[in-house]
C-alpha cells in the first residue's frame, strides 16, 4: 500500500507563493500519473493537476499560468508550484493518482490565502 505524505501549505497573502511537495511511498509512484487535488469548505474535492511519469502536465483552468506541476521519480515525489495566489485557492491540498485516486488519501496540508 502506497502512503503518500504532503506538506509545504501555510498562510500566504495573496499574489504570494508556495511550494508543495508528496512524497509517496513504494517504487510504483513511478509508473503512475499523479495529481494534485484540493478541497476547499463546502465543496467537492476537485483535481488542479497532473503528471505522467514522462512529465505531461494538465493544469486545471482554474489555476493555468499560475500553478506548475513537476515530480521526481527518484525522491517518489511530486511537486506544485503555487504563484499569484488567491484567496480562492484556499483549500486542503492532496495528491493522489489520477484519473482513480487508487491510495489511501494522505492528510493534506493546508494552504490559506488572505485578501
Known amino acids: 500500500q502506497v502512503q503518500l505524505v504532503e506538506s509545504g501549505g501555510g498562510l500566504v497573502q495573496a499574489g504570494g507563493s508556495l511550494r508543495l511537495s508528496c512524497v509517496a511511498s513504494g517504487s510504483i509512484f513511478r509508473f503512475n500519473v499523479m495529481g494534485w487535488y484540493r478541497q476547499a469548505p463546502g465543496k467537492q474535492r476537485e483535481l488542479v493537476a497532473d503528471i505522467s511519469s514522462g512529465g505531461n502536465t494538465n493544469i486545471a483552468d482554474s489555476v493555468k499560468g499560475r500553478f506548475t506541476i513537476s515530480r521526481d521519480n527518484a525522491k517518489n515525489t511530486v511537486y506544485l508550484q503555487m504563484n499569484s495566489l488567491k484567496p480562492e485557492d484556499t483549500a486542503v491540498y492532496y495528491c493522489?493518482?489520477?484519473?482513480?485516486?487508487?491510495?489511501?488519501w494522505g492528510r493534506g496540508t493546508q494552504v490559506t490565502v488572505s485578501s
Open positions: 493522489n493518482a489520477v484519473p482513480f485516486a487508487l491510495w489511501t
